[in-house]
Nanobody, 126 residues
Framework: QVPLVESGGGSVQAGGSLKLSCAAS????????MAWFRQAPGKEREGVAS??????????DYADSVRGRFTISRDNAKNTLYLQMNSLKPEDTAVYYC?????????????????WGQGTQVTVSS
């Protein structure tokens, strides 16, 4: 059983919106932190947003480049993570990955997430 499965990627014009979903199962579903990362061609994978799942407040973190445009959320009853992306820019074009961890790490630490999805392509045209 694949622990994390993303969906919702696609192509959109600049200024448009997309909503990504990530269905979690198994150990990934009980992780204390879930996050979205992205990787553009020729670039390193970078953290986009993170959410703590064990508190009702759902403490969130965002990369400076997406703060105010993207919103991360989680439906604990459905074990599903979301990323609402508004005001998309061409530089947001990348493969977006869902990740989960229960390790005590900085949320942007790629190596700190043992569970990863297969990725979903987001393409923003100008």
């Amino acid at each position: 059983q694949v622990p994390l499965v993303e969906s919702g990627g696609g192509s959109v014009q600049a200024g448009g919106s997309l909503k990504l979903s990530c269905a979690a199962s198994g150990y990934a579903a009980s992780s204390s932190r879930m996050a979205w990362f992205r990787q553009a061609p020729g670039k390193e994978r970078e953290g986009v947003a993170s959410i703590l799942t064990e508190t009702s407040a759902g403490t969130t973190d965002y990369a400076d480049s997406v703060r105010g445009r993207f919103t991360i959320s989680r439906d604990n009853a459905k074990n599903t993570l979301y990323l609402q992306m508004n005001s998309l820019k061409p530089e947001d074009t990348a493969v977006y990955y869902c990740a989960a961890t229960s390790l005590f790490i900085h949320w942007t630490s790629v190596r700190g997430y043992p569970y990863w999805g297969q990725g979903t392509q987001v393409t923003v045209s100008s």
